[in-house]
């Protein structure tokens, strides 16, 4: 199985502050990352696919970078609306795995 | 406006069975591969069980085959998930989501339930 580890596994930030969140994984899996947030509660949303592919209403503020084993989300100016956990997710090679997820939280 | 609406979660011993159900709307239903994902309380998402837009492939995790069965019903826009031998370790929040380009097994997922909460205890 491909394993996802991201790091860190939690965050403390301020509004404003930017913050960076990586995810590695066990293979190279080219560009088959997803990136995910969940708010307490609610069900995880897609926020990017294969790994640049943003989904409708994301903030510019998110960007990725990386392929092939090492990928990173950035949040460039963090919002109260960002404050979330975020999952990574391989969709290259079932069985789909997931990050342990990175919890953000005000700091 | 696209929508899933899981159902069927309750409390259940261990070694029983249970049947969830996820309603689908607002898109095609049987243009897409569709999983079943899971979190334990506190915890990561853990995907479970694949199936396509005709049920000619599905796929499971390791951790639930043999015990887990994905099936679907396009004529009722509707996806199922059958669990029997349920243990302690498979409480959980259960989610059934959409894959996002509709054609590959292997996927992102652009839309989810809100979940349906399994607790396995005696």
């Known amino acids: 199985d491909i394993q996802m580890t991201q790091s860190p596994s939690s965050l403390s930030a301020s509004v404003g502050d930017r913050v960076i969140i990586t995810c590695r994984a066990s293979?190279?899996?080219?560009?088959?990352v997803n990136w995910y947030q969940q708010k307490p509660g609610k069900a995880p949303k897609l926020l990017i696919s294969?790994?640049?592919n943003f989904q409708s209403g994301v903030p510019p503020r998110f960007s990725v970078s990386g392929s092939g084993t090492d990928f990173i989300l950035t949040i460039s100016s963090l919002q109260p609306d960002d404050f979330a956990t975020y999952f990574c997710?391989?969709?290259?090679?079932?069985?789909?795995?997931f990050g342990q997820g990175t919890r953000l939280e005000i700091k | 406006q696209m929508e899933l609406v899981e159902s069927g979660g309750g409390v259940v011993r261990p070694g029983g069975s249970l049947r969830l159900s996820c309603a689908a709307s607002?898109?095609?239903?049987?243009?897409?591969?569709m999983t079943w994902i899971r979190q334990a309380p506190g915890k990561g998402l853990e995907w479970l069980a694949t199936?396509?837009?005709?049920?000619?492939?599905?796929t499971y995790a390791a951790s639930v085959r043999g015990r887990f069965s994905i099936s679907r019903d396009n004529a009722k826009n509707s996806l199922y998930l059958q669990m029997n031998s349920l243990r302690a370790e498979d409480s959980a929040v259960y989610y059934c989501?959409?894959?996002?380009?509709?054609?590959?097994?292997?996927?992102?997922?652009?839309?989810w339930g809100q979940g349906t909460v399994v607790t396995v205890s005696p």
């Open positions: 989501a959409k894959s996002h380009l509709g054609y590959l097994p292997n996927d992102a997922f652009d839309i």
């Open positions: 607002g898109f095609t239903f049987s243009d897409y591969y």
């Open positions: 199936t396509s837009g005709g049920s000619r492939y599905s």
């Open positions: 293979q190279d899996i080219s560009n088959y």
């Open positions: 294969a790994a640049s």
């Open positions: 997710q391989q969709s290259h090679t079932t069985p789909l795995t």
